[in-house]
């Protein structure tokens, strides 16, 4: 079912939520997201004292992921979790323009006032060498070993929290992300991919990055579509500007139409609303879609919501 939002209605204000993390005051350092992040497994067990690491193993490797928690209660039926997009460009030796300036003070004041718009639990989740996350960003996004992390922290931070159920949103290559944990996990109540190049073959080669056929060394999610588990009570939603250059709509497209032919509840959203020069940035209105989702809203009452947002301002995190 491909549908196109129409008029909306707003989401009610919610009551607020007690944050969870606790965190020091430093901001993060953007020379070492291009150099590659390092902890130590005594260093990350005092950042998972504060609620705000996670050590995590898989395919051989072992890292400590950063995160940024707030309304988080002994039980937690639903929460949402979002995972950021990339934070350096091509080449990989920049990282000024997302990783400076703030830190995991700003991050978790940006959930809590999720989780009270919302009335959920909100997570961030730096994926590996961002957002204070060990790793090396530039090697390490897109490939398997990075979903393999990021399904292991959603593992582990699911029985730590006892999380019945994830609300899973991504921004980018996030949401690239989100669309490959559809085939890994059984327990998304909701995927949110936001300008994800989710068909990544397809938004390589027609970035003219790839040949056809030609071996990639990163997941393209949209292989992974008849692994992912029936589960009638799931929802996916596919937000893309149509004018994106990035991540080519077409794309974007092509995606949500392959998950529907396998009988998945998916709704492409176009949404003329980036405000960047190539009409990527939607991480507000992915956001939006997470947080009333997890919240329980209705399809039509998302989409409504969706439609009716103005352009957002632009923005650090993403």
Sequence with gaps: MLLAPGIALLPATCPPALGQSRVEANDFDPVAVVNGIRIDRATCAALERDDTAIWVEADGQASCLRYYA?????????????????????RGNDASRRQSGFGPA?????????SRRFGVPFIFLGRPGTYGSAGHHHSTRGRPVEAALVDAALNGLKTR??????????????????AEMLARRHDLRCAVISSGAASYRAYLEAR??????ERLSRFDPSDSIVRIPVDPGRR???????????????????????LVAQNIATWLVPLQRATDARHHGL????????????????????????????????????
């Design 161 to 178: 929290y006892r999380v019945g159920a994830w609300a899973l949103g991504g921004h980018s290559g996030g949401g690239t992300l989100v």
């Design 236 to 258: 996916v939603f596919v937000i893309g500007d149509p004018r994106e250059t990035n991540v080519p709509f077409a794309t974007q497209r092509l995606y949500a139409e392959r």
């Design 70 to 90: 707030a309304g988080l209660a002994a039980e937690n039926p639903v929460a949402a979790l979002w995972l950021n997009g990339d934070v350096l460009g091509p």
């Design 283 to 318: 991480v507000d209105f992915g956001e939006t879609a997470t947080g009333l989702c997890a919240a329980g809203a209705d399809t039509p009452t998302i989409l409504h919501a969706l439609a009716a947002m103005p352009e957002q301002a632009a923005r650090r995190t993403n």
């Design 208 to 213: 003219g990055l790839a040949r056809p056929g």
């Design 106 to 114: 700003a991050m978790v004041a940006q959930e809590e006032a999720l």
